[in-house]
T-cell receptor, first 113, second 116 residues
Framework: AQSVAQPEDQVNVAEGNPLTVKCTYSVSGNPYLFWYVQYPNRGLQFLLKYITGDNLVKGSYGFEAEFNKSQTSFHLKKPSALVSDSALYFC???????????FGTGTRLLVSP | SQTIHQWPATLVQPVGSPLSLECTVEGTSNPNLYWYRQAAGRGLQLLFY??????ISSEVPQNLSASRPQDRQFILSSKKLLLSDSGFYLC???????????????FGNGTRLTVT
């Protein structure tokens, strides 16, 4: 079965520093990977996706993600963190039948001023 | 552009009472529709998904049910709520057909349900 793992419950970073939120995947076949962000008491917002092609995917709000097939990873990155980036981040993968997304457990990002 | 509406935003219901949460999508046809529950502000649990009218799949056995009376309307129901039904309920949609693998899910703003 398709799955993703987010090994960190929380990531702390100072404003202006680069940030990385980790995600590893396990799939049969090609991976179709997604990142989402959730602010308190709101739904999830789509940030970016990897389907095929370039290993560096650019998304919304200055976020990007690096796909690494050999390490089965899809880490979310941003060169310079903002306090407003503080939120809950989810990695997800399409299931084999393509009808569903399987989500990771989420990583809370805290950016301090 | 496509939009998704979920209501109510918050709901407090006593144990044993019925439940009806509604979700509608505008600006697209024949979407895939989903109900997720998020407990304790973290993990997402897929409850139901639908690839068409009267085509609903249940992911987790429970006292909840889902219906899709119209193409772009998805309803989550319960006849008798339990304390364990408390949580944050999220509706989502995605495109259907050949582009499904490429399509993200788009979420509504959720309903915070507290069962007392």
């Amino acid at each position: 079965a398709q799955s993703v793992a987010q090994p960190e419950d929380q990531v702390n970073v100072a404003e202006g520093n680069p940030l990385t939120v980790k995600c590893t995947y396990s799939v049969s076949g090609n991976p179709y990977l997604f990142w989402y962000v959730q602010y308190p008491n709101r739904g999830l917002q789509f940030l970016l996706k990897y389907i095929t092609g370039d290993n560096l995917v650019k998304g919304s709000y200055g976020f990007e993600a690096e796909f690494n097939k050999s390490q089965t990873s899809f880490h979310l990155k941003k060169p310079s963190a903002l306090v407003s980036d503080s939120a809950l981040y989810f990695c997800a993968v399409r299931d084999i039948g393509f009808q569903k997304l399987v989500f990771g457990t989420g990583t809370r990002l805290l950016v301090s001023p | 552009s496509q939009t998704i509406h979920q209501w109510p935003a918050t709901l407090v219901q006593p144990v044993g009472s019925p439940l009806s949460l509604e979700c509608t999508v505008e600006g697209t046809s024949n979407p895939n529709l989903y109900w997720y529950r998020q407990a304790a502000g973290r993990g997402l649990q897929l409850l139901f998904y639908s690839i068409g009218i009267d085509q609903i799949s249940s992911e987790v056995p429970q006292n909840l049910s889902a219906s899709r009376p119209q193409d772009r309307q998805f309803i989550l129901s319960s006849k008798k709520l339990l304390l364990s039904d408390s949580g944050f309920y999220l509706c989502a949609w995605s495109v259907t057909g050949g582009a499904t693998y490429n399509s993200p899910l788009h979420f509504g703003n959720g309903t915070r349900l507290t069962v007392t």
